[in-house]
């Protein structure tokens, strides 16, 4: 019994296939199909086609290009790195380094520092050397020669007071950037 449907199934698949089988049956249950495969470009019957406005995308398993950034971004406060001329606390050249709020500083006077904080436009922080005009009774990184700072940056100027030690900040400082 199971060699007979075998052997009917065969055939009719080979009927199909060979298009033995001919009339209203097979014709009309592949016309549906056919209508589906045929190519774009050669349409059963006429059609009018709507224009679709024209996509980019990139290919299926790409990576799309990120959209294009300006040319130029305004540096981020995280790596600002500014040279000024600086008149008071030393006069000469000052190189400030900004990472995110902490603010360290570096001239040539008497290898001098300065390390702070940032909040706004206000530096807070200290100056520190390896001599200066007075010695205090504790050390700041090491170094027994350091003071108080704090300055306003407006701009390309800056103005502020320094002292020495734990004193009060009582002499004037000014900077320019370059």
């Not at 199934?9 to 249950?29: K, S």
């Not at 008497?110 to 009774?137: F, K, P, Q, V």
Request: charged share 25%.
């Amino acid at each position: 019994m199971k060699a007979i449907i075998i052997i009917v199934t065969v055939f009719f698949v080979a009927a199909i296939t060979c298009n033995v089988l001919a009339g209203p049956l097979v014709d009309d249950r592949f016309k549906a199909a056919d209508k589906w495969l045929a190519p774009h470009n050669t349409p059963t019957q006429p059609q009018q086609v709507e224009q679709m406005p024209e996509t980019r995308q990139a290919p299926p398993g790409t990576r799309q290009k990120p959209p294009e950034q300006p040319l130029y971004h305004e540096p981020s406060p995280a790596t600002v790195t500014e040279e000024w001329t600086t008149n008071g606390l030393t006069s000469g050249v000052l190189t400030l380094k900004r990472t995110g709020r902490d603010v360290e500083g570096r001239y040539p006077e008497d290898n001098g520092a300065i390390i702070g904080t940032m909040t706004g436009n206000t530096l807070t922080g200290y100056w520190i050397e390896d001599a200066s005009a007075r010695r205090c009774a504790t050390a700041v990184k090491g170094r027994y020669f350091w003071g108080k700072i704090k300055a306003d940056f407006e701009g390309g100027r800056a103005v502020g007071k320094w002292g020495y030690c734990e004193d009060s900040l009582s002499a004037d400082w000014t900077g320019t950037r370059k």
